[in-house]
């Protein structure tokens, strides 16, 4: 099975952030991968969620990579900041604070580990292939005898 892969840096801008996110979901469509479009959609927003924070808290820059084995895409979102991303309580009207628990709704599997330079915040997400409709059942017809 192929495995496809993408880096990218990001300086420390929300407008390099969304740029990110645009480029990581054209490429993910170049892999040409025969997935559910609810798949790359999470993995869209999920990459969005963990660049925003990484943009937003950590403010210097950060590292985009994702790869893929066909089954699962692995987004990977690495800064220069120490610090521990924390879930926080957000209210009705906050404009922010919702990120972790989307990540933690729609991920399969997420997580932190910190690096030398920082630290590296991920998420997988299962790639469901799609449905394809199955040819017509043809039986043989049983020729008669004369």
């Known amino acids: 099975m192929e495995v496809h892969d993408i880096r990218l840096s990001v300086s420390g801008t929300p407008a390099a952030a969304a740029s990110a996110r645009r480029?990581?979901?054209?490429?993910?469509?170049?892999?040409?991968?025969?997935?559910?479009?609810?798949a790359l959609h999470t993995a869209e927003l999920i990459a969005g969620e963990l660049l925003s924070n990484a943009v937003q808290y950590a403010g210097?820059?950060?590292?985009?990579?994702?790869?893929?084995?066909?089954?699962?895409?692995?987004?990977?979102?690495?800064?220069?900041?120490?610090?521990?991303?924390?879930?926080?309580?957000?209210?009705e009207n906050d404009e922010h604070g919702r990120g972790l628990f989307l990540i933690a709704a729609l991920a399969d599997r997420h997580g932190v580990e910190p690096t030398a330079a920082g630290k590296r915040c991920w998420a997988e997400v299962h790639l469901p292939a799609v449905a394809r409709p199955h040819a017509p059942f043809q039986a043989?017809?049983?020729?008669?005898c004369l």
Do not use: K, M
């Open 23 to 38: 480029q990581f979901v054209a490429e993910i469509r170049d892999w040409g991968l025969p997935v559910d479009s609810d």
């Open 60 to 91: 210097q820059g950060a590292a985009l990579s994702a790869s893929c084995d066909g089954n699962t895409v692995r987004v990977e979102v690495s800064d220069s900041s120490h610090g521990q991303p924390r879930p926080r309580w957000s209210g």
């Open 140 to 144: 043989p017809v049983p020729r008669r």
